[in-house]
């Protein structure tokens, strides 16, 4: 067993470039492999048993709280859900007796951090089963091939959202007229409810659009340079990447920033790209085939992020991932903003095996042949999103057991074994950041000013306020006008000084740390109505209220506990 060939079986009508992309890059792979990683604690959150259960799933996706949307399919019917783990719920149906829709479109959902999940459909198609509906690829005559669903002309096609506990809501549907929709897919959500999906007018425009509410807006399309798009994937900074195929001569294949920048192209060299994916750095990670050259008759396949090699197979530790001359088998890769990638290979003996790429090395997840507590059967193949790791290294997976069995698990790091753990006892941070282990770099008001840190940054606010009032003159009637602009000078850095000061501690009243029996807020008051009269510079009283305000200041850094 050797590669996928992730080519369109299209049925009746011609299949666009959006869905061309689709059967190029979405995961397409023969069954293979997997077991519970070291480092790692396993959560099952779907299995072949219990409420809104289903004998297959595909294309999972987590958010940063850990909930997980994915597919799920039977003979009769195909659902999109969520779950955490405890719980699961139905957030569209297709073909039941409660379905409100026909079909999927891609089936592939997008979930946010409130937990509102995206994704395509139909509601006036019928029902399709497709392999691909089933999360693998079916073996015909020593190749694999990959269906999607296809439609007849007019059906409805649309982007929806549901938070799963209740009706889903249309955002974007298609239409008659000529700027209306023909088709739309591949949404994707960020945690500001920004959705980004490919779509093509009536007029035979292709882009990539955004929605929000009821705003509508073209990001790109191929009225300018490009001549089809698709592929889109957005990040919580309203930044999309996407894959297209240029206005050129011949139609170069590439991959885009946010700016409509190339990130790569098979004019570089390569035969094949992924679907990109963006974090919230804006760093794009996506899969590549590099056409061979010279004596080197091995294809190199490999991760690359902002057209850098991340991991290579050309060390002979993956296999090639092609059936034929013509085509790689590109299997779906994810990146969060640590900038780690999951992504699935084939080695060069034809395992089935998913990895996690961190700065510190190559961490092996599962592998064909590996086991799962709970399950006799061992794991055969495993399937990641375009969504399938979160911040927190959680991990969202579809793992197929050689017996056939389906399961959508989660891994969540326990902190022993993974490279370059500088927390090995807190779960949720790899490096000590701003806060230390134990302690999250969470700044929860928006001030610009991490949790952790807001007491002594009060305190060294404190003391820079503390200098400037020391610099204080009085203006006088003998005071001459050099002299009286460097004292206004000063008093505006006393009051600029003042409301850092001020705004942080009223901001941050219950985030500071104070010495046990102190009286926070009667400090604060009497600091700042003595630093509000310090600058009354033409007052006669002003050498007094200076050293008051001095003094006040003192008071008041003398309650926060901070360690000097």
């Known amino acids: 067993m050797s590669e996928v060939d992730c080519r369109a079986n299209a049925v009746g009508k011609k299949v666009t470039f959006i869905y061309a992309l689709l059967a190029l890059f979405l995961i397409c792979s023969p069954h293979s492999s997997f077991a519970q990683p070291a480092g790692f604690k396993m959560f099952q959150i779907a299995g072949p048993n219990g409420a809104a259960s289903y004998p297959y799933y595909s294309y999972p996706a987590i958010n940063e709280n850990g909930e997980v949307c994915f597919r799920g399919a039977s003979n009769t019917e195909t659902a999109i859900l969520k779950g955490n783990g405890s719980s699961r719920s139905l957030v569209g149906v297709a073909n039941s007796s409660a379905s409100s829709f026909g079909s999927f479109v891609s089936g592939i959902c997008s979930i946010n951090a409130a937990g509102d999940v995206v994704f395509d459909a139909c509601t006036d198609c019928p029902f399709q089963v497709v392999e691909e509906a089933l999360g693998y690829g079916t073996q015909s005559e020593g190749t694999f091939e990959t269906q999607t669903a296809t439609f007849d002309e007019g059906v409805d096609k649309g982007i929806y959202k549901s938070n799963g506990s209740g009706t889903a809501v249309k955002l974007i549907g298609t239409g008659i007229n000529p700027t209306d929709f023909k088709s739309v897919s591949l949404p994707t959500i960020n945690k500001f409810g920004d959705v980004v999906f490919a779509g093509e007018l009536n007029d035979g425009t292709q882009g990539v659009w955004l929605t929000n509410g009821g705003n509508l807006t073209a990001i790109f399309d191929s009225n300018g340079s490009f001549a089809s798009l698709g592929g889109p994937f957005v990040n919580d900074n309203a930044e999309a990447t ?8 011949p139609n170069i294949t590439g991959l885009y920033g946010p700016t409509a920048n190339r990130v790569v192209s098979q004019a570089d060299g390569f035969s094949h790209l992924g679907f990109p994916v963006i974090n919230n750095s804006g760093s794009i990670a996506y899969l590549a ?5 010279g004596f080197n008759i091995i294809p190199e396949n490999g991760v690359y992020v902002n057209g850098q090699p991340r991991v290579l197979n050309s060390s002979g530790a993956f296999a090639t991932v092609t059936v034929d001359s013509d085509f790689a088998g590109a299997r779906m890769l994810a990146i969060n903003d640590l900038g780690d990638i999951v992504f699935s290979a084939y ?31 061992p794991v ?15 991990i969202a997976l579809v793992v197929i057991l050689q017996d056939a069995t389906h399961l959508v698990v989660r891994l969540e ?12 006892d807190d779960p949720n941070k790899f490096d000590q950041g701003v806060c230390g282990c134990g302690v999250a770099d969470f700044d929860s008001n928006a001030d610009g000013v991490y949790d952790c840190e807001v007491t002594q940054v009060l305190y060294n606010y404190s003391l820079d306020l503390s200098t400037l009032i020391r610099k204080l003159k009085p203006i006088t009637a003998k005071t001459s006008k050099k002299k009286k602009k460097q004292i206004n000078a000063i008093k505006k850095q006393v009051a600029t000084q003042r409301t850092l000061v001020f705004d942080l501690a009223t901001g941050s009243t219950t985030l500071v740390q104070v010495h046990t029996g102190a009286d926070y807020l009667k ?5 700042k109505k003595a630093v509000n009269k310090s600058l009354k510079i033409n007052s006669s009283a002003f050498a007094k209220n200076k050293r008051k305000a001095i003094g006040a200041v003192k008071k008041f850094q003398d309650v926060l506990n901070v360690t000097l």
């Open 347 to 377: 080695r060069a003996n034809g395992n089935s095996v998913a990895f996690l790429s961190l700065d510190g090395g190559l961490l092996k997840l599962f592998e064909t042949g590996d086991s799962i507590p709970g399950y006799s059967s």
């Open 380 to 394: 055969q193949t495993v399937i990641v999103g375009r969504e399938s790791i979160n911040s927190k290294r959680q």
């Open 413 to 424: 790091p326990d902190g022993s074994t993974l490279p370059q753990d500088s927390c090995p």
């Open 289 to 293: 085939k590099r056409i061979p050259t």
């Open 523 to 527: 400090m604060f008051n009497g600091m």
């Open 242 to 249: 996407f894959a297209a195929r240029e206005d050129s001569s």
